[in-house]
């Protein structure tokens, strides 16, 4: 039997083959308030401090984080080549939730094909999804539970590391404040 994830919200309904489109899922505590966390995932500002794998930057982040809001976000390379991602909020739940597509595109939000944005592995689905979840622990601790839908098999261990990555330049970023 195959098996599938899938999820509607707000009129979208994507769902995936987990055989060919494993989740990619992570969970990381922060020694940190769970506002702050939020915060460093709905500021621009913030983000631009931790998004992207390491020896990655995030030159831009312009969000609009309510349903039906927009996101695009840079990835900025060692070898300078920057690269974009966008998405549209499907559910918005402040400090508690968040659920958005995501897709390559170019620096206006325009939909850009995985081959054309340079993206190495094949059977990329169009658009994808990911899910942030926020959970306070206590005061000064707190969880985030992410779930990215759509990654092919053959990149599934790639992303794993590259979320892994910018969720430890995450932790810096909240931590320290």
């Known amino acids: ?63 609009d984080v309510r349903k039906g809001g927009q996101a695009i976000l840079a990835m900025k390379g060692p070898d300078g080549k920057v690269q974009y991602s966008s998405g549209t909020y499907e559910e918005v739940i402040p400090q508690k939730k968040f659920v958005i597509t995501d897709q390559f595109s170019d620096e206006n939000g325009k939909y850009m094909s995985p081959k054309d944005a340079g993206m190495p592995g094949e059977d990329w689905p169009d658009t994808m999804r990911y899910t942030v979840e926020f959970k306070k622990i206590g005061d000064n601790e707190s969880e985030i539970h ?27 970023v909240v931590e320290q404040h």
């Open 1 to 63: 039997m195959e098996q599938t994830s899938s999820q509607q919200t707000s009129g979208t309904n994507l769902s995936f083959n987990v055989e060919k489109y494993p989740l990619v899922d992570i969970t990381r505590k922060f020694n940190a308030p769970v506002e702050r966390v939020w915060q460093a995932w709905t500021t621009p500002q913030i983000m631009k401090e931790w998004w992207g794998p390491e020896n990655y930057s995030c030159p831009e982040a312009k969000m």
């Open 146 to 172: 992410i779930v990215h839908e759509g990654i092919p098999k053959s990149m599934h261990d790639d992303c794993v590391s590259g979320w892994s990555s910018s969720i430890d330049k995450l932790q810096n």
